[in-house]
C-alpha cells in the first residue's frame, strides 16, 4: 500500500500503524501498549514517546526503518 503520507511525529500512533502495518513490531518492541489501545487515535508518536519514557529521534528512525523495509517489500 503506496500512501503520500510521509512519517510525522504529530501524526497519531493509530495512523502510523495504519499507514504502515510493519511499524506495529516496532510499538511492540519498545514494550509499548499503543497497538489496540482506545487512546491510539488521539495520542501522536511525540505523546506516546514521551508516555514511554522513549528517546523520540531514536524510535523515528526505528518507525522510518520500519517503513522503508515494508515498502521495499511491497
Known amino acids: 500500500m503506496a500512501s503520500s503520507k510521509r512519517l510525522d511525529p504529530d501524526l497519531s500512533v ?3 500503524m495504519k ?3 510493519d511499524t506495529i513490531r ?3 518492541a519498545n514494550r509499548m501498549l499503543c497497538v489496540g489501545c482506545p487512546i491510539g487515535p488521539f495520542h501522536t508518536v511525540s505523546d506516546a514517546c514521551r508516555e514511554h519514557e522513549l528517546d ?3 524510535f523515528l528512525n526505528q518507525l ?3 517503513i522503508d523495509r ?3 517489500a511491497s
Do not use: I, K, Y
Open 14 to 16: 493509530d495512523d502510523v
Open 19 to 21: 499507514l504502515w502495518p
Open 26 to 28: 516496532v510499538f511492540l
Open 56 to 58: 523520540e529521534t531514536s
Open 64 to 66: 522510518a526503518a520500519a
Open 70 to 72: 515494508q515498502g521495499n
